[in-house]
């Protein structure tokens, strides 16, 4: 019965999406408010049946019900719960379920704290919300239905993937998605605004806030995938420019120029129509993301088991949704008027300048990840596009941007002086040059792209600070004085400050695992030992161990430096007893300095030994340390007053103004 | 500055920037693309020699041999042709016998010297470029049980089919079949 309910409630959830994408729109124009007004219902009504199905399927799995086709496909008894819950979402149709359910969260909060928003912009928000829900429930229930029954159903199931029963991986899809989705609010608001033909500042302070949710947890998720595939596949490495990896990053890329544009067209008035377009651009590319990932035009983890239906279908869908907006802005775009002007070296000079990197940087990733494709599809012959390829490309683009990323938040609005910012950048620029100077003194034999790095980590998160004193004019007043700006500053100045020196902090960590890591390969029998980077590894042996679904050969081994012993480290090959699949848990041990990292491998008949293979990732933690910090940067601008405030023009209405308030 | 002017100065850097991409990208694609060959390209001496390139097939059954100082030599095929491969390192945990793989490195004497061997994630796939390779050699439907099962399941019918089907019973044999690696 639970199945049968949870598909019922989907196919009603789409029969509210249809009214709530056509009513209101056709309300909003025609001015009859009573049309407009079953908008925000039909956005709670539509979450509730959404929550409902969810609940159905993530019910099924908990119960292990395997006349269940989904279930039985990626569940098994023997499986700890958390992974039954995740296992929900670890397969094809039920990460597009909870795709909808995001999607149809994100717009129920619009009807419930959109109290403040013009009545015409909250039904157009919402009814191109439902719009693009249409889509997906139609998506889901034609060729991806999770609630369809298995007859006969079998004993057990064929358990989930072994390599995403991992805790990072359980909450890197939902993070991912709330990214991907939170985008959809940016992009509903750009079509509602393109309909309106009216883009103001407070239409700014609206879609900020949104874009900003998005850009946190589409970071987060990129994060714990990048975490889950340096500690789970045991290559040693964190980012592989894997297509899917790209297929995340490029809405990344495109959102943190949205939310840097959003901010001029809120506080000056200005670039309008490319923040509408940036809009909806990094919507498609999160469309374009889920396509290349689901229809299995790529080889990688998460092309589930395919169905070329889906492909074409969720083709279809793109070239609606991106063809349709883009034709919308062609055709409204124009008269969007930008009203402040600016100066080339100003404060918007240097966000545009951001948003022109930024850009070109999403096309030549998009170019790398779709090449390959275009190619084989004219019949030019298979080939693919790696890491070299992107290293090439991508890091002599980010350099500039980076190096203007100091001097940026320095300049004022309007006309900036670059000379006077740069003056004041005198100790970044110091702190650069013993940053290069360090890299170079202490890693002899390193790449010279590890000293630029390290100079551009000094430079910007010194850069970052220098702004963060200019701000309380430390140094030109008491110091009590300062402190007490310090204090008063906007949570969002906070944000940015932490976001950019979270930067900074990341590529430090980059450079040091990307430019001097430290590998060796090689056999070992008990009591060998290898040296590696000053490390003494020595190996331990290996011993039979069980877990709950698995059984696993452990191979430990004794870390020393300089005869001091620093602990051990324990790496695991796993058999997962119902797929018979082998995983590889990587023995991480994480210092200041950097990882040390081993990981057996096969057993070698001939000696006795195993094949092992030990790395040192020099300050890898730093990458994680930066992004955290990004993340938390993220938050507090997200907590600012101005976005709980609302919009001005509405200020002047009380009950406006409580459900505001009631939002916080 | 007129307000014409501020514009063209952004036009005017955005197109640089789009130069200097464009030239970045020409150069990199000109050294760093990595081309995709069958054994029986290799066999055809349509394979460069020092240069990078993907090599795919099936692991040939029985083919798969340990060397000193952590190597394994193997042999990949497609049906047609078959291509000795050595590789210095940890095999990917869905490396086996009878499995499709694609390998990345550089042909040196007539041996494939594999730099990388690609991991696939799930044992019921088969890499696209490895089944249209097999498809080229006429070798696609007798490729061993895996390959036709993915033909049904993977590549044509609903998962359904897979679940009751070959693939599912597939899924079985590799577990118990599968003598590499366990």
């Not at chain 1, 509730?48 to 099924?60: E, K």
């Not at chain 1, 057996?600 to 955290?628: C, E, H, K, Q, S």
Request: aromatic share 10%; proline share 5%; hydrophobic share 50%.
């Amino acid at each position: 019965m639970t199945a049968e309910l949870g598909h019922f409630a989907l196919t009603l959830a789409l029969f509210v999406a249809i009214v709530q994408s056509s009513l209101p729109l056709v309300g909003a124009h025609r001015g009859k408010s009573q049309w407009m007004a079953v908008a925000s219902p039909a956005a709670l009504l539509q979450f509730g049946l959404v929550a409902i199905a969810f609940g159905c399927l993530t019910h099924l799995y908990v119960t292990s019900d395997f006349s269940v086709l989904n279930v039985a496909a990626n569940s098994h008894t023997d499986k700890p719960m958390i992974y039954k819950i995740s296992g929900v979402w670890g397969n094809h149709e039920g990460s597009m379920l909870l795709w909808v359910l995001i999607m149809a969260l994100f717009g129920c909060a619009v009807a419930a704290f959109g109290g403040n928003l013009p009545p015409t912009l909250k039904a157009r928000v919402l009814a191109v919300q439902a719009l693009v829900a249409v889509g997906f429930y139609l998506f889901i229930l034609l060729t991806s239905n999770p609630f369809d029954r298995l007859f006969p159903p079998p004993v057990n199931g064929q358990d989930l993937n072994p390599l995403l029963q991992d805790p990072g991986l359980a909450f890197h899809p939902p993070m991912l998605y709330l990214g991907y989705v939170g985008f959809s609010m940016a992009f509903s608001f750009a079509i509602a605004a393109l309909i309106e033909g009216r883009v103001d500042a407070a239409w700014a302070r609206w879609v900020r806030p949104w874009t900003l949710a998005a850009w946190i947890f589409l970071t987060a998720g990129i994060a714990l995938g990048s975490w889950w595939a340096y500690y789970e596949l045991g290559w040693g490495g964190w980012w592989f420019w894997d297509p899917v990896e790209n297929a995340s990053f490029m809405p990344w890329l495109a959102g943190t120029a949205l939310l840097h544009s959003a901010t001029v067209v809120e506080k000056r008035d200005t670039l309008k129509g490319w923040t509408i377009l940036l809009a909806i651009i990094t919507f498609s590319m999160s469309l374009l993301g889920t396509f290349l990932v689901r229809s299995g035009v790529l080889t990688s983890v998460h092309a589930f088991a395919t169905d070329p239906a889906r492909g074409v279908f969720i083709l279809v869908l793109l070239i609606i949704v991106i063809g349709g907006s883009l034709a919308l802005y062609a055709w409204r775009g124009p008269s969007l008027v930008s009203a402040g002007l600016f100066q080339p070296i100003s404060r918007e000079g240097a966000l545009l300048f951001n948003n022109l990197v930024m850009a070109t940087a999403t096309a030549v990733v998009l170019l790398g990840t779709l090449y390959p494709l275009l190619l084989d599809a004219i019949g030019g012959g298979k080939i693919s596009v790696g890491p070299p390829f992107f290293n090439a490309v991508f890091i002599p683009l980010m350099v500039p941007m980076i190096a203007a990323m100091a001097v940026g938040p320095l300049l004022n609005w309007k006309r900036g002086d670059w000379r006077a910012a740069l003056q004041r950048l005198w100790p970044a620029l110091l702190a650069a040059a013993i940053g290069g100077t360090g890299a170079w003194a202490i890693v002899t034999d390193g790449p010279f792209m590890g000293i630029v790095g390290m100079t551009l980590a000094f430079w910007l998160g010194a850069g970052t600070l220098v702004e963060l004193a200019e701000r309380m004019r430390l140094g030109r007043e008491p110091l009590s004085r300062s402190l007490s700006r310090l204090k008063r500053q906007p949570r969002a100045s906070w944000g940015m400050t932490l976001a950019h020196f979270g930067l900074a902090i990341g590529i430090a960590g980059m450079t040091g695992a990307g430019a001097w890591v430290k590998e060796s390969i090689q056999v070992m029998k008990p009591g060998d030992t290898t040296m590696l980077a000053g490390y003494e590894f020595r190996f331990d042996g290996a011993r039979a161990i069980g877990g709950p679904n698995y059984t696993a050969t452990a191979g430990q081994f004794t870390v020393s430096r300089d005869g001091v012993r620093i602990g051990t480290l324990e790496s695991e090959k796993r058999i997962y007893n119902v797929s018979g699949q082998p995983t590889t848990e990587a023995a991480i041990r994480t210092t200041v300095a950097g990882d040390l990292y081993a990981v057996i491998g096969d057993r070698d008949a001939a000696t006795g030994g195993f094949v092992t293979r030990l790395y040192f990732n020099p300050l890898v933690v730093w990458m994680w340390i930066g992004t955290l910090v990004m993340i938390i940067g993220g938050t507090i601008s997200l907590t600012d007053r101005r976005h709980r405030v609302g919009a001005p023009q509405t200020r002047a209405n009380p009950p406006a103004r409580a459900q505001a308030a009631g939002a916080d | 500055m007129k307000r014409k002017h501020k514009r063209l100065t952004f036009v005017g850097l955005g197109l640089c920037l789009l130069g200097v991409a464009v030239a970045l990208v020409l150069t990199a694609f000109e050294e760093n693309i990595v081309f995709f060959h069958s054994p029986t390209d290799v066999a055809q001496g349509k394979v460069e020699i020092d240069r990078r390139v993907r090599l795919g097939g099936l692991v040939e059954t029985g083919s798969v041999e340990k060397k000193p100082d952590a190597v394994t030599a193997f042999a990949i095929t497609d049906g047609a042709n078959t291509i000795p491969v050595t590789y210095k390192g940890i095999l990917p945990d869905l490396f086996r016998e009878g499995q499709g793989v694609v390998t990345e490195g550089r042909l040196v004497a007539g041996v494939f010297r594999a730099e990388e061997v690609l991991a696939k994630h799930d044992e019921t796939y088969m890499p696209p470029e490895v089944a249209e390779a097999l498809k080229a050699s006429g070798h696609w439907k007798d490729g061993g049980p895996a390959v036709g099962a993915k033909d049904g399941a993977a590549y044509g019918g609903k998962p359904g089919a897979a679940y009751g089907g070959a693939a599912y019973g597939d899924k079985g044999a590799d577990a118990k079949t599968g003598g590499y690696g366990q």
